[in-house]
């Protein structure tokens, strides 16, 4: 969700201002995601990088995540969405995690949509994690080495049960994968757009999607 910091800048607004029409822009693209039938949409709402941050814009962004799950669980859980969360969300202060985890809790059984959102997440720790967790059972005599393949090291990530990633969407003209989802967008379609996350609507979506319908995928095939 790039470009909330510069869509502020470009008004004089503190950045704050920006994260907080992010969110805004997030709500819309839920509800459309749900409009236009998307069985998945993941959030990229805070890498572990992210941490290098002001700390003043960290409790920001805190707060906005504590707004909300507060204001939104109940149009999310009608809406029949199911909240995931991935990476190491265990590592915010302990009311964020109890609202998380009772969010979560409460969708479990929606299946309509799939709303997973990115939370102190990094590709390299999920796989360290992921080969930590296969070595540990290992260890335990519970599987054999030869057993560890990329099944196995699929299941041991935090998207186990999600499909794999068919369309990435960076906004803001950024032209990187910031350690997003690189096992799971291994055969992902890429798009970049120039416009900034606060911008970005049921418009821009709907026009993703046609881009991605246009891509012929062979997933190395012919
Ligand atoms: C990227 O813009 C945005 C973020 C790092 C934070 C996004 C998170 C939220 C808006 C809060 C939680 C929201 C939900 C929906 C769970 P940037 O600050 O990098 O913008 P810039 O590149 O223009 O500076």
């Not at 049921?202 to 319908?213: I, M, N, P, T, W």
Request: proline letters at 3%.
């Amino acid at each position: 969700m790039d470009g909330n910091g510069r869509w502020a800048k470009a008004r004089r607004l503190p950045r704050v201002a920006g994260h907080r029409r992010g969110v805004q822009a997030a709500r819309e693209v839920v509800r459309a995601a749900g409009d236009l039938g998307l069985e998945v949409l993941t959030l990229y709402a805070f890498s572990s990088e992210n941490w290098r941050r002001p700390a003043e814009e960290i409790s920001d962004l805190m707060g906005l995540l504590r707004r909300f799950i507060v204001d939104d669980i109940d149009e999310l859980a009608d809406a029949g969405v199911r909240l995931r969360v991935i990476g190491d969300y265990q590592a915010f202060q302990p009311d964020v995690v109890r609202l998380i985890d009772g969010a979560i809790a409460r969708t479990a059984s929606n299946g309509k949509t799939t709303l997973v959102i990115a939370l102190n997440y990094g590709s390299h720790n999920e796989l360290a994690r992921g080969a930590r967790l296969l070595a540990e059972r290992v260890q335990r005599g519970e599987m054999a080495p030869s057993e560890i393949t990329a099944e196995t090291l699929s299941e041991a990530l935090y998207t186990a049960d999600l499909p794999p990633v068919d369309l990435l969407i960076r906004t803001s003209g950024e032209r990187r994968l910031s350690n997003f989802l690189l096992w799971q967008t291994a055969y992902a379609e890429l798009l970049f757009v120039d416009t900034l996350w606060p911008d970005f609507g049921k418009v821009e979506l709907a026009a993703a999607l046609q881009d991605f319908g246009r891509r012929e995928r062979r997933f190395g095939g012919l």
